[in-house]
C-alpha cells in the first residue's frame, strides 16, 4: 500500500512546502521530530494530510534539542 499521509512544513512565510508521505501517523510524528532536528526544516508547524480521508492535523514543533529531544517550557526562573 503507497503511503497516505504527506507531510508539510508551513514556512514563517506561510508558504506550504512537502517533506514526504508515510504510510501511519506515528510514523509521520516521527518524521516530523526528525525533520525539526535536520538542516532542511527546522522547529515549527506542520501539517500531515491523509489523502483517504481528507483528515488534517496540524503540529506544531516549538524548539528541539538533539541532545534532550524537545524543549520543555521553563519558568523563568534559574538556580
Do not use: C, H, N
Request: proline share 9%.
Amino acid at each position: 500500500m503507497p503511503p497516505s499521509l504527506d507531510i508539510f512544513k508551513i514556512d514563517p512565510g506561510g508558504r506550504v512546502l512537502w517533506r514526504g508521505a508515510v504510510e501511519t501517523f506515528v510514523a509521520a510524528k516521527a518524521r516530523i521530530q526528525k525533520l525539526a532536528l535536520s538542516s532542511l526544516s527546522s522547529p515549527g508547524e506542520y501539517l500531515i494530510l491523509d489523502q483517504e480521508t481528507g483528515q488534517r492535523v496540524l503540529v506544531m514543533l516549538l524548539g528541539v534539542s538533539p541532545q534532550t529531544g524537545p524543549a520543555k517550557p521553563s519558568s523563568g526562573r534559574e538556580g
